[in-house]
Every structure is written in C-alpha cells, then in structure tokens.
DNA sequence: TGGACAAGATTCGTATACAATCCGGAGGCC
DNA sequence: GGCCTCCGGATTGTATACGAATCTTGTCCA
C-alpha cells in the first residue's frame, strides 16, 4: 500500500477510533516507537497526538513512563455521565427545533451502518457508531463550542463502558436513537429533550459502578498487560 | 536570577495568563523562537505548549505560519457565552450546596485580590481575577469535568471581552459576585444559581456583538500586526 | 528459597539539524 | 505608474541525536 503522509491530527484520530472501538483496552501502554512505526512517522509528530488525546483525557501521560490508554476512575465515570445529563439534553432540543429532512437524513444513515455493523458481528464498530451518533445530533443543534464538549465525554464514555458494563450484549438494542429521530423529525422538542435524558439516564444506570476497577490488582494488571 | 527547570506546562499556563490579562492582545504571532528564548528552553517545548494552547481555543495554530492569539468570531462569542449560560448556573447551584466555611472564605480571598489590582490600576490581573472566580465556584460544585470545561470558557472569555467590550471603564465594578458569595454563604442554591445567570446576561448583553472584528480589514490587520 | 541490589537494555525528554514552506522586496515588463 | 515574477531571508515541520530516567533481569547473600 502506499505510503500516506499522515500528520499528528491523524495519528491522534487513528489512534482515538481504536480506543472507542474497543481494540486499546484502557491501561494499555502506547510505545512511542511502536506507534511511529505503524504509521510511518517520527516520534514527534507520534508524541504531538498523544499529547492531543491526553487533553481529551483519552490517553494518561505520565512522565518518564510513557502514554497509557486512560482508565477513568469511578468518581470520574460519574461526572463524565453528570455531565452528559446536564449538556445533552438540551441540545438535543435545540437540535430537534434546527433539524430539516436533510439532517434526519443523515441521522438515519449513521443508525443504518450501526446495525450494519452489529449485523457483522464488529461490536466495536458499532459501539463506536452508536456514540458518535451523540456527536451527530449536536452538530445539528449547531453549537460548535458544546459539540465539542459532547465529543469529549463521548469519547471518555467510551472508555467508561470498556470499564464498567455489566451486560454488553444488550448493548443497543434498545432503539432511543431511533424513538429520538422521531422525535426530531416531528419537531418534537420536548420529547427530545425528554429523550435525551431518559436515555443518558438508562446508560448511565446500566454501569457497574460499586467501586473496584479504579484500583487494578496489580496481579490482574500484570495479566492484562 | 536562577535559571529554573520549565516545561511545556508551564510554558502554556504563562502565555495563557499573559493572554487572559491582554498583555498579549488576539491576533498576537508567537514566533517559537521568541518564546523559546524567554523562557529558556527549546522549540520543542515550546511547541507542545503553544498546542496545548491551540486545543483550549486560546491559539491558532496556522500550518506553515505560526501560532497567533486568537480572535474569536461572533459566532464564537455567542456560542461561548451560551454554554457558558448552559452550564455555569447549575453549576453555582450546586457550589451553593457544598460550600462550608472555607469555601465561602476562598472566595471572599479572592475578591479581595481583585478589588487590590483593580485599586493598583493593574486592569488586566483584575479581570483575570474576576474570570478565575467562576473557576473556584466551579471546582466548589466539585464536579472536576464541567469545572475544567468552565474554565476553558472563561479564558476565551477574555479574548472575547478584548474583543467585543465596549465599556471597559464599568469593569468590574458590579458587585454580581458579591451577591453571589451571599447566596452561596446562605445556602441558598435558587438564589445563587438565579444571580449566575443573570451575570451571565449581563455579561453578554454589554458585548457588542454587532459584526466587524469576524473579517479585519487587511489593512486593520497590517497596523495592529 | 526468597529478597535486595546492580548492571544492561529500553524508553522517554529535550535539544539540535536539516528540509519544506512562506513572506517580502527588488527588479522587470506592460 | 502599476502589476507580476522571482529570489533571499526567515520561520515552521519533521527527523534524528544524546542525556536522563525507568524497567528488566541476573546475581549474590541471608
């Protein structure tokens, strides 16, 4: 294949759809030759990405030890969904009052290649696609500075979910995105909104969040690793 | 003076108060070569603190051109100030809640700080001051997520406000926060978050949002650069 | 047998070197 | 006189080099 010229915006990108994807399981070590390596670049532009997802709180940076895929704690899993609650379903109205057919549109497409790759059996895949799905509605609300925001935590939901699930095959089966796009098709705000919560909410109430992932054994540590 | 051990860390959180005080005004390149020199250490630091920066919307990063202060858009600002509005008030809400004692006492420190620069004529500490005051409410609400959100607004708040601000002279001189200390000290969580967001309001409505600073005139561009 | 210590190997942090790109001005042409 | 072109200087982008910190592993001793 031919070599590509790839950036750190790429390499931090590549390297973040991984992590959601579930193929970096928190707390594994991101060697800095290694990953150069893979994408054919030097260790600078390698250590620029991940310093870009350490600022998504993605990857942990610590010094002198190198970049770990992050492992957020469960005082951290908490705020993150807080968070979410607190931002999202606001947006999510603001989005069903801005959304045209062409947006619906779109929506529905991102749901189609979700169960596409459910269908295949990518579960990562689609675990991805089902959060980015969040992204989609905000950009639609059109408030870049809050979608932005809503990346994040999605992202970082992410690593909450690889963490703290309990029953993963349940995973999306339940159909809020598609009841929330009816929603919005509608122009439904309230119901959007109403949605939105509830949805973060069954998330949020579907983790296992007694308490032990924050401290690994280091024996379960050294067998992960 | 000693030569002391910096890095990129401290690199970006200098620059981004030099920036929060308009000692470097938006629109300000920050030649590598330059920073590099005043703080003692390599481009390479340098870099990775102008991106740090970059990724706080503090910077522009321009490929093959440089880094620059940024000059928020319009577009930028509203949307700034409305998540600002989204967020902040639930958030004082919430800091009313938890604040004891030495909560309450931080906060008064603080606007003794700011009322001693402003008497000192040192305009640019006190709004930064007054900015880093949402931060400590925010980190009372102890809810380290939003609080680190917030805090990335209020610095592009105050590019905003280098910006847009009409009134300079009216600076800081309501005593929003104030009241604001008094509802939190009262425990009382209505209160508090009614009076964050009716100083959000005001902040906002004394912006002139009009249009012009979006697409400077060239020639504009040429005098101040 | 088990733990403590030390030397080697690995990996990170920072500085520097070199190539690529951009800006500005001199000169020429219309 | 105005505009275009081209070249020199300056600045950024990326790779590499080297010192410092950490981890590994093998050995010694209790």
Redesign the interface.
Known sequence: MARQVIGSAEVAEKLAVAIHEHRLPPGTKLNEDEVGEIFGVSRTVV??GL??LA?QHLVDLKRNRGAFVAKPSVR?AR??F??RS??EP?TARSAARRAGPAEIARLRAHIEAEHAALAEGDDGRALYLSGTFHNEVARIAN????AE?IAQ?VSRSSLIIALYWERRAALCESHAHDALIGAMERGDADEAEALMKSHLLDLYTSLDLRDAPAQPKTLKEALSG
């Open positions: 250590r620029a310093q870009q600022h951290e705020e993150v807080e968070a607190l931002v606001t408030q870049e500075t809050i925001f935590l």
